[in-house]
């Protein structure tokens, strides 16, 4: 499909037949128009792509982009998921959906399994970028002090999210001094490294990812653009990085789009790794596998648990991590094992 005719045919579904006033109908259109345009673009130029399929909302939207407007690309795309261990049935349920749907075919990869990881290295805690400095500090090295503890003229440089509170800091040292790690190792061996080496052997020259900088986070501070290239020669590219909340749900409604029993029976906002202490809604997404998948519940109370019990217990956050139902029982928990 050329620009022209891909201009033409969401002008018609998204503009003349589209939903709201005529300033959101040309938002959408022209989202789409230069996403399209940005996709010809990058496809055209690359020979070798991959498409990381994760089962989440902006994956199924990349997906039944290339698909249903670009499918002249799909001999040289492979799609991929990463297997980390810790997956939602729903997430594997709806990956062979989308197979059937699309007829394509999703390559599932593992690498080391999150469970392992991080039962050798340390439990994740506040974010990657918190818990690779916490886990310096407890080793004692310099740069690790340097950011737990900074001096006030070396703090004064920090981005508001960089400092570690005071409920933070204790609760850093509350695992210094019982020998309890911490660690963010398990972003890298169960989910990019096994990543990295498939494009790697793959020889692929562009990884297509879902990221939204309308989704915040640290996401959103790191790239400047929907393409980077680098030096590796494996550019990548996020078709859906200018995309808003607003465009991303016109595009489902108008093209008939069912996201996974996560969000559309579950309720869930996002999916991404299945129990990361990181995720600030982690309550609600662990209140929603109790109910639905409480064996997953189960493993990721064993994996991450002794995670959420220490950030609730010192505070750390505005927002819990452990569901309503579970305070109590952890609080009696914690008041038992203290006595003993």
Not at 33 to 38: C, E, I, L, N
Not at 251 to 256: L, N, P, R, S, Y
Not at 261 to 275: A, F, K, N, S
Request: glycine letters at 6%; a neutral charge.
């Amino acid at each position: 499909m050329t620009r022209a005719e891909f201009a033409a045919e969401i002008k018609e579904k998204y503009v003349t037949n589209g939903t709201g006033d005529m300033g959101h109908r040309f938002e959408v259109y022209d989202a789409l128009f230069h996403t399209g345009a940005k996709l010809i673009e990058y496809f055209g130029n690359h020979e070798r792509i991959m498409i990381s399929v994760s089962g989440g909302s902006d994956s199924d939207c990349i997906v039944h982009l290339v698909c249903t407007y670009f499918p002249e690309y799909l001999e040289k795309i492979h799609f991929v998921f990463v297997n980390t261990g810790l997956e939602y049935n729903a997430t594997k349920r709806h990956l062979s959906q989308i197979e059937v749907k699309y007829g394509i075919s999703i390559e599932r990869i593992r690498g080391r399994s999150v469970v392992s990881v991080v039962k050798e290295f340390g439990i994740p805690v506040l974010s990657k970028l918190k818990s690779q400095r916490a886990e310096a500090y407890l080793r004692d090295a310099p740069w690790g002090i340097r950011y737990v503890k900074p001096d006030p003229e070396f703090k004064s440089h920090f981005r508001h999210d960089a400092i570690f509170t005071d409920n933070q800091i204790a609760m850093v040292d509350y695992c210094k001094e019982n020998g309890i790690k911490i660690s963010a190792n398990c972003c890298n061996l169960s989910k990019k490294k096994p990543l990295k080496k498939w494009m790697k052997e793959f020889n692929c020259d562009l990884n297509v990812t879902g990221e939204r900088k309308a989704e915040g986070g640290m996401r959103s501070l790191t790239h400047e653009s929907c393409f980077e290239e680098h030096k590796d020669g494996m550019h990548k590219y996020m078709p859906l990085w200018w995309w808003s909340d607003d465009v991303k749900s016109t595009f489902k409604d108008a093209e008939g789009l069912r996201y996974s029993d996560c969000y559309e029976i579950w309720g869930m906002r996002r999916t991404g790794c299945v129990g990361c202490p990181f995720n600030l809604n982690i309550a609600d997404d662990l209140q929603a596998m109790y109910e639905y998948e409480p064996q997953l519940y189960k493993a990721c109370m064993n994996v991450f648990g002794k995670s959420y019990e220490l950030t609730d217990r010192f505070n750390c956050r505005r927002k819990k991590c452990l569901p309503e139902f579970m305070q109590m029982t952890l609080t009696g928990e914690i008041e038992r094992s203290e006595e003993d």
